[in-house]
């Protein structure tokens, strides 16, 4: 499976400034989706990031709270934009190596907004 | 709607029992099924996946899929206070394998007291 590293691995931020996320992968890979998990609750998809072109959103998720690129097969990112309190939460990047393969995660992100 | 439900419990068992865990999902086309394991603090990782009708053994753990009844459940066999964490149910809405976004349930805390 692959190697997947994230960047930071948590932060403090204020309310109101924005947080960029790294996703890097050792290797190629078909996909990658940024999810986040709540305090206490499972994880919720945000949206697929698709090399080269726009990212596609799940419902309740926005391009402008959450710009996501992805420039090659191997790297993405997800910026928290004019965050709140209620953005706290654990920014998880996952992958799909090849269509149908299981999804594996990075470590996380872990956001505290103050 | 994709929706899957999971018990979220929790689960107590004691070491060496049989921990039973299920999960039940909207779109009976979903075609594929994921369990995921996450010990607190950590990232979720894969524990199993299942495609086809029946059951599928991978050590301690099956898996049993009813696709009729929409409901895949994970058993573990001789259930140690190691395997003591959170289990997420994850399922692929997406017909075709090429797109394969998961969306998880809000998982289930299993307790292996000794």
């Known amino acids: 499976s692959a190697v997947i590293s994230q960047k930071p691995s948590r932060d403090i931020c204020q309310r109101g400034t924005s947080l960029t996320i790294q996703c890097q992968v050792d290797s190629q890979v078909t996909m990658m989706f940024w999810y986040r998990q709540q305090p206490g609750q499972s994880l919720t998809l945000i949206a697929t990031a698709n090399q080269g072109s726009e990212a596609t959103y799940e419902s309740g998720f926005v391009i402008d709270k959450f710009p996501i690129s992805r420039p090659n097969l191997t790297f993405s990112t997800l910026t928290v934009s004019n965050m709140s309190p209620e953005d706290s939460s654990i920014y998880l990047c996952?992958?799909?190596?090849?269509?149908?393969?299981?999804?594996?995660f990075g470590n996380g992100t872990r956001l505290t907004v103050t | 709607q994709k929706e899957v439900e999971q018990n979220s419990g929790p689960l107590s068992v004691p070491e060496g029992a049989i921990a039973s865990l299920n999960c039940t999902y909207s779109?009976?086309?979903?075609?594929?099924f994921f369990w995921y394991r996450q010990y607190s603090g950590k990232s979720p990782e894969l524990i199993m996946f299942i495609y086809s009708n029946g059951d599928k053994e991978d050590g301690r753990f099956t898996a049993q899929l009813n696709k009729a009844s929409q409901y895949v459940s994970l058993l573990i066999r001789d259930s140690q206070p190691s395997d003591s964490a959170t289990y997420l149910c994850a399922v692929n809405f997406d017909r075709g394998s090429t797109l394969g976004r998961l969306y998880f349930g809000r998982g289930t805390q299993l307790t292996v007291w000794p």
């Open positions: 996952s992958v799909r190596v090849e269509g149908g393969s299981p999804l594996h």
């Open positions: 779109d009976r086309g979903s075609q594929s």
